[in-house]
């Protein structure tokens, strides 16, 4: 069916207190999704951040972010009292997130709340179920605050048993989020729209992950990668990009049956209705780069699971409904897997216009089957493009989409993404208002600054969503 939808991350709400959470802000960026005639609200991870606030980085493949938890929410629960976090300097009330702030008062003002939490048998079954994951998230967390936040392969061993009532504070965290999580879920479906999560392939070296599962990654006997992942040299980065995280084991995962996969993609469906999985190809050959390199310049290409790793997980829970960042370098063997599962790719207009050559980007080269983007959290925003590309692939953009010099070029480029025959159109806040550059989400390499963009309340108008509304209706999505 077709549809189209909007790119927008939940810390990137509006809120008096610093950061987007799960509270009303959310709901009524549901209503206007539902105003709009919009199917889909993608957003980036939810997991809990660390150093840097990447969403790409997080302390547990599995558990929320508490920067998320609404504390207005729990004022209503009488968990908060309006003292305790009203007149707390969050950060300007503006366009920013002020991680520093965030980091230095968000969790302290959260401990009020769970001395005041009453374990009840729904906190219980939720620490049963989840147990495979929150139990060693507990622990990671637990001795993280002992350790003054340094990262696990830096704590002296062996290490101190954690504090039980450290370990139920973050347990708590979780339970309310997940809480908080599952009732916005709710309401968004009850507006005919779909919640598309995201899926970092990897995850961090300095999670519980990788502390609690360290068979699942290529370590050594100090816990360090032997390995880490990365991408190698192109036009954009002469020296490639060194990530960092540490590769998997895949004839481990083999041998045991894809089991923490499939735990995975399992967890993640409840808290989605669509996923798509950041750097997909590197399920069919992954880049390795040794350990102590300082770029990704000698590395080298490794077989991944392919095909087998999705049909282990289909056999498991039934078919999953996956959109496939299929970006970067791509072979032979990429295009294999991607029809043999035949989950969609990912369309990016702003890559459409290289005026050296032609390009599989460019619409009329799409089949159905695909996810059409102006540009993701990556890219620099659509107006920011128009300032920033090469002059010729700009001319080019512009005769190839039939685009006049003037303040409708944006538009013109929206309706030619809504025209195309890519069945899913999703298109990020930031390009639906024109912003320029300065709200652009991440600018990759960049190793601070980041993830900062919010939106105003008044974003979100009527006069935006009657127009959101219109396109959809004429081009039948």
Not at 3 to 7: A, E, M
């Given at each position: 069916?077709r549809?189209?939808?909007?790119?927008l991350?939940?810390?990137s709400?509006p809120?008096?207190?610093?950061?987007?959470?799960?509270?009303?802000?959310a709901?009524?960026?549901?209503?206007?999704?539902?105003?709009?005639?919009?199917r889909?609200?993608?957003?980036?991870?939810?997991g809990?951040?660390?150093f840097?606030?990447?969403?790409?980085?997080a302390?547990?493949?599995?558990?929320?972010?508490?920067?998320?938890?609404?504390l207005d929410?729990?004022?209503?629960?009488?968990?908060?009292?309006?003292?305790e976090?009203?007149?707390?300097d969050?950060?300007?009330?503006s366009?920013?997130?002020?991680?520093?702030?965030?980091?230095?008062?968000?969790?302290?003002?959260l401990?009020?709340?769970?001395?005041?939490?009453?374990k009840?048998?729904?906190?219980?079954?939720?620490?049963?179920?989840?147990?495979?994951?929150?139990?060693?998230?507990?622990?990671f967390?637990?001795?993280?605050?002992?350790?003054?936040?340094?990262?696990?392969?830096?704590w002296?061993?062996?290490?101190?048993?954690p504090?039980?009532k450290?370990?139920?504070?973050?347990?708590i965290?979780?339970?309310?989020?997940?809480s908080?999580?599952y009732?916005?879920?709710?309401?968004?479906?009850?507006?005919?729209?779909?919640?598309i999560?995201?899926?970092?392939?990897?995850?961090?070296?300095d999670?519980?992950?990788?502390?609690?599962?360290?068979?699942?990654?290529?370590?050594?006997?100090?816990?360090?990668?032997?390995?880490?992942?990365?991408?190698?040299?192109?036009?954009?980065s002469?020296?490639g990009q060194?990530?960092?995280?540490?590769?998997?084991?895949?004839n481990?995962?083999r041998?045991?049956?894809?089991?923490?996969?499939?735990k995975?993609i399992?967890h993640?469906?409840?808290?989605?209705?669509?996923?798509?999985?950041?750097?997909?190809r590197?399920?069919?050959?992954?880049?390795s780069?040794?350990?102590?390199?300082?770029?990704?310049?000698?590395?080298?290409w490794r077989?991944?699971?392919?095909s087998?790793?999705?049909e282990?997980?289909?056999?498991?829970?039934g078919?999953v409904?996956?959109?496939?960042?299929?970006?970067?370098?791509?072979d032979?063997?990429?295009?294999d897997?991607?029809?043999k599962?035949?989950?969609?790719g990912?369309?990016?207009?702003?890559?459409?216009?290289?005026?050296?050559?032609?390009?599989d980007?460019?619409p009329?080269?799409y089949?159905?089957?695909?996810?059409?983007?102006?540009?993701?959290?990556?890219?620099?925003?659509?107006a920011?493009?128009?300032?920033?590309?090469?002059e010729?692939d700009?001319?080019f953009?512009?005769?190839?989409?039939?685009?006049?010099?003037?303040e409708?070029m944006?538009?013109g480029?929206?309706?030619?993404?809504?025209?195309?025959?890519?069945?899913?159109?999703?298109f990020?806040?930031?390009?639906?208002?024109?912003?320029g550059?300065a709200?652009?989400?991440?600018?990759?390499?960049?190793?601070?600054?980041?993830?900062?963009?919010?939106?105003?309340k008044?974003?979100?108008s009527?006069?935006?969503?009657?127009?959101?509304?219109?396109?959809?209706?004429?081009?039948?999505?």
């Open positions: 069916m549809g189209s939808g909007i790119l991350h939940i810390t709400l809120s008096p207190f610093g950061i987007g959470t799960l509270g009303r802000s709901y009524d960026f549901a209503d206007f999704l539902e105003k709009s005639g919009q889909y609200w993608q957003i980036l991870p939810v809990h951040t660390g840097g606030d990447s969403p790409y980085q302390f547990s493949a599995f558990a929320g972010n508490p920067y998320m938890i609404d929410l729990l004022c209503e629960k009488e968990l908060l009292r309006p003292e976090y009203v007149d707390i969050w950060g300007e009330k366009r920013q997130v002020d991680y520093g702030k965030i980091f230095r008062n968000r969790t302290a003002v401990r009020n709340v769970a001395q005041r939490f009453k009840t048998e729904a906190f219980e079954l939720f620490c049963s179920e989840n147990a495979f994951w929150l139990e060693d998230y507990s622990v967390m637990s001795l993280k605050e002992r350790f003054s936040g340094r990262p696990f392969f830096e002296k061993k062996p290490y101190p048993d504090d039980k450290e370990c139920d504070f973050w347990k965290l979780q339970f309310i989020f997940y908080q999580w009732d916005l879920k709710k309401y968004v479906n009850s507006k005919g729209i779909q919640i999560g995201d899926l970092p392939i990897y995850v961090a070296h999670s519980s992950d990788v502390m609690g599962n360290p068979e699942l990654f290529e370590l050594d006997l100090n816990g360090n990668p032997v390995s880490v992942a990365g991408v190698p040299p192109d036009g954009f002469p020296r060194l990530w960092g995280n540490p590769v998997f084991d895949w481990y995962m041998r045991n049956g894809y089991r923490w996969w499939i995975r399992s993640s469906m409840k808290l989605f209705d669509r996923i798509r999985i950041d750097h997909f590197g399920f069919s050959s992954y880049y780069v040794p350990s102590g390199n300082t770029d990704a310049v000698n590395g080298f077989a991944g699971p392919s087998e790793l999705f282990a997980i289909e056999s498991e829970i078919k409904n996956i959109i496939a960042e299929d970006l970067g370098f791509i032979n063997g990429v295009r897997l991607m029809k599962t035949g989950f969609p990912m369309k990016i207009l702003q890559f459409a216009f290289d005026s050296r050559e032609g390009s980007y460019l009329h080269n089949g159905k089957n695909c996810v059409v983007y102006i540009g993701t959290h990556d890219n620099d925003t659509l920011g493009w128009f300032d920033n590309a090469p010729k700009v001319e953009a512009k005769k190839y989409l039939r685009l006049s010099n003037g409708g944006i538009d480029v929206i309706k030619s993404a809504m025209a195309s025959v890519g069945e899913t159109v999703i990020t806040m930031q390009d639906l208002l024109g912003l550059s709200a652009r989400m991440n600018t990759p390499s960049q190793p601070c600054g980041n993830w900062r963009w919010r939106a105003l008044s974003d979100f009527p006069a935006l969503a009657e127009k959101l509304l219109s396109l959809t209706r004429l081009y039948g999505r």
